[in-house]
Nanobody, 115 residues
């Protein structure tokens, strides 16, 4: 059994910062890619950022320069540092992890940015 759990969401003013965390736990033999998607109210879920086990990263154009993804392989944890938050960043942020060659999703963490 594998679980993926996010934390770190909240309410923040525009221009502020948040750090999201996501940890995979359970019976783990390997963790490859990890990343984040988000879903804003009334919109489809969209890709935000991803990171390989080797540390290569990829970002959506809308977050480049403001979001930074990183990971701690020893802890099976991925982080998303979000700076210069904008109201349009308001969404539920979902973490995913490829564990034992299967994809697992977290339950989501709400990020709300007030103007």
């Amino acid at each position: 059994q594998v679980q993926v759990v996010e934390s770190g969401g909240g309410l923040v003013q525009a221009g502020g910062s948040l750090r999201l965390s996501c940890a995979a736990s359970g019976t783990i033999f390997s963790v490859s890619g990890m990343g984040w998607n988000r879903q804003a109210p009334g919109k489809q879920r969209e890709f935000v950022a991803a990171i390989t086990s080797g540390g290569s990263t990829n970002y959506a154009d809308s977050v480049k320069g403001r979001f930074t993804i990183s990971r701690d392989n020893a802890k099976n944890t991925v982080y998303l540092q979000i700076n210069s938050l904008k109201p349009e960043d308001t969404a539920v942020y979902y973490c995913y992890a490829f564990v034992n060659k299967n994809i697992y999703w977290g339950q989501g963490t709400q990020v709300t940015v007030s103007s």
